[in-house]
Each structure stands twice: as structure tokens, then as C-alpha cells.
Nanobody
Framework: QVLLVESGGGLVQPGGSLRLSCAAS????????MGWFRQAPGKEREIVAA????????YYTDSVKGRFAISRDNTKKTVNLQMYSLKPEDSAVYYC????????????????????WGQGTQVTVSS
């Protein structure tokens, strides 16, 4: 059974930073793309960032480029999302997820390409 557990969310002022972590178990972690998604109230779930199985390929949605950084540690089976210069529009529930395919050449970007999801962690950016 695959289990993904996110942590690190919270309340932060605009311009602040947060680091999200996701710990995985029950999966051959080093073979799959990992993604971070977010969903704000009344909006669809959207990809924030993704990282390929080997950690070399990354993808960021335009709104977070230059502010967020995704990384992974395959030995610890963790994926992190470092978030800087946070804005109120970054407020959402953040989810980590695993690709449904192994050894994909480029990181998957669509929610439908991911099969396992964590329970989510709330990020609120407000003064």
C-alpha cells in the first residue's frame, strides 16, 4: 500500500517562506516522477512542480518559477518543495503525488498522470 504524508504547511505572511515535505512508503520511489499540486477553494487542482525519477528533470508552473524549488532524496524517499516570496494567491491545500508510470522521460504534469496522493497540507499566505 502506497502512503504519502505531507508536512510543513502553515500560516505565513506575504514574502515569507515555507518548506513542504512529503514522505513516501510502499513504492519503488526512485522509479517515479513526484509532483506537487495545489487546490484552492473553488478552483481546480493544478500542478505546482514536478521532478523526474532521477532528480535531473524538473517542471514548474509559470506562476512559481524563480520562487519555488522542488527536490528529492531517493534514499530517504522524500520530496520537498521550498517556497520563497510567498503570495496570497499561493494559498491552497498542497498535495504530493506519484506518477502512475515508472521511468518516464520527462516529469508528468497532468493530475490524471498521477495515481497516488497524499492527504494534503494547508498553506495560507496572509498578513
Amino acid at each position: 500500500q502506497v502512503l504519502l504524508v505531507e508536512s510543513g504547511g502553515g500560516l505565513v505572511q506575504p514574502g515569507g517562506s515555507l518548506r513542504l515535505s512529503c514522505a513516501a512508503s510502499g513504492i519503488i520511489f526512485g522509479y517515479v516522477t513526484m509532483g506537487w499540486f495545489r487546490q484552492a477553494p473553488g478552483k481546480e487542482r493544478e500542478i505546482v512542480a514536478a521532478i523526474g525519477w532521477d532528480g535531473f528533470e524538473t517542471y514548474y508552473t509559470d506562476s512559481v518559477k524563480g520562487r519555488f524549488a522542488i527536490s528529492r532524496d531517493n534514499t530517504k524517499k522524500t520530496v520537498n518543495l521550498q517556497m520563497y516570496s510567498l503570495k496570497p494567491e499561493d494559498s491552497a491545500v498542497y498535495y504530493c503525488a506519484t506518477d502512475r508510470l515508472q521511468l518516464r522521460r520527462t516529469p508528468a504534469r497532468l493530475p490524471t498522470e498521477y495515481i497516488n496522493w497524499g492527504q494534503g497540507t494547508q498553506v495560507t499566505v496572509s498578513s
